[in-house]
């Protein structure tokens, strides 16, 4: 049933703007079907073109899809409404394991100190520092990825969008882990671009699962090659293999993208997929190990996905600031961060470790090969999230991250202090074992 809301405008952007005000505003529900284009433009009293680039606005902008007859509607999850903000409203009193964040007391930029570079920058300059293009050269072919060809982003999400709208339009599918990383499912919608999901286990995403993605045309797959957000996975060795082998076969029509967010603090080593298409993008981010604020990630590729990004930076941004690569640099050549970035490693994966044990010494499967997460499968979320709440904590409910895959919770372990580990995981167990039948 189509909702009864005001919809006004005259042009394509002012009514589009209406529409977009309904849905951030609560009155247009995710599912909630549009007028037709002929119904809307007789209310409006304007033409059906005009209607019809209002819908096309916000198909690009990720508000609304198309859904053969059953019309236009708004997305289940607007890229208005992004998931990552759809969080809890923690009490006071409750401990909250639902953040995501790493520990701020393991983070090396807490003892940064900034200086400008020797020789200043100006226009025309090259947009990689020398120092820090050496530096990314010897430390991602060290770990298998070429880094002939390079570039510097404000983060790891600025990289994956900058390389999706190198190659991608408004419609194009694109392969993306489920459950995975909320930020990049907002990302994607407000690009125009259709999902696809792809499950994942502990070793990375499963090969039937990409290998029909691949053959539903998606033009682009985006991986997490190690500390898999929310659930911990990692690729493994044979798992790569086995990938490279499905994504070759698949020639040069997809484009691959390789989030690598947990450099230096995932816990295991990294066997990427980087070079088994034409077009490939490898994303190595400073935020987890170093910390947030950091907005630096290294971007390496083939060569004319590269000249794209740089040449669109050129047009924006410009480039990353060199005192912000210069800091980079020196905290990853610094020895007294270098240190505290391997004990913030051991940290997490102590934590981790220890949770999944006292989990599994309670009943409950869970996963957490790496990085600063935990997820629980659980058979309702709500009522899982609910009885932590009452138990004193909070987790992050599933629903942020999925597609379709199972329910499940998401915990943050990276400030878990040891002696919390058993009283949560009793917190977990009741909470999970009485939550009772899934809700409908």
Request: hydrophobic residues 45%; neutral net charge; aromatic residues 4%.
């Amino acid at each position: 049933m189509t909702v009864q809301y005001p919809i006004a405008g005259v042009g394509a952007e002012s009514i589009a703007a209406s529409i977009e005000a309904g849905i951030s505003d609560g009155l247009l529900a995710p599912g909630s079907a549009l007028p037709s284009i002929r119904d809307l433009a007789v209310q409006l009293a304007v033409n059906p073109n005009t209607v019809a680039a209002a819908y096309r606005l916000l198909r690009d902008r990720g508000a609304v899809e198309t859904a053969g007859r059953r019309g236009t509607r708004v997305r289940a999850r607007p890229a208005t409404t992004p998931r990552s903000l759809r969080g809890l409203t923690v009490p006071a009193g409750v401990r909250d394991l639902s953040t995501g964040n790493p520990n701020p007391a393991l983070l090396p930029i807490a003892t940064a100190r900034l200086s400008p570079p020797a020789t200043p920058v100006l226009y025309g300059q090259p947009s990689v520092s020398p120092e820090l293009a050496d530096y990314a050269r010897a430390t991602l072919a060290a770990d298998g990825v070429a880094a002939e060809h390079l570039a510097v982003t404000s983060g790891a999400l600025d990289a994956i969008e900058r390389v999706l709208a190198a190659h991608l339009r408004p419609g194009d599918r694109v392969a993306v882990e489920d459950p995975g990383w909320a930020n990049l499912l907002d990302l994607l919608g407000a690009l125009g671009l259709v999902v696809e999901p792809v499950g994942v286990d502990g070793d990375g995403p499963l090969v039937a699962d990409l290998a029909r993605a691949l053959r539903r045309r998606v033009r682009a797959v985006v991986v997490t090659s190690r500390a898999q957000n929310p659930t911990g996975g990692a690729i493994s060795a044979v798992r790569a293999d086995a990938l490279r082998t499905v994504l070759a076969e698949a020639g040069n029509e997809v484009l691959l993208i390789e989030d690598d967010h947990c450099a230096g603090v995932a816990g295991v080593g990294l066997h990427p997929l980087a070079g088994a298409v034409r077009d490939w993008a490898f994303v190595r981010s400073a935020a987890k190990a170093y910390g947030p604020d950091l907005r630096l990630a290294l971007l390496a590729g083939d060569r004319r996905t590269i000249e794209r990004v740089h040449g669109r930076q050129r047009l924006g941004p410009g480039w990353v600031s060199h005192l912000l690569q210069d800091a980079a640099v020196g905290m990853w050549r610094h020895k007294a961060a270098t240190r505290l970035v391997a004990d913030a490693e051991a940290v997490y994966t102590d934590r981790r470790t220890r949770l999944c044990a006292a989990l599994a010494d309670r009943g409950l499967a869970s996963h957490g090969r790496s990085g600063l997460n935990v997820w629980i499968p659980v058979p309702d979320e709500s009522a899982a999230i609910t009885r932590l709440f009452a138990a004193g904590w909070a987790a992050a409910p599933g629903s942020r991250f999925r597609i379709g895959s199972s329910p499940g919770i998401r915990i943050t372990i990276a400030d878990l202090a040891a002696a919390e580990i058993e009283p949560l995981a009793d917190a977990l167990a009741d909470s999970v074992g009485g939550a009772g039948y899934a809700s409908v």
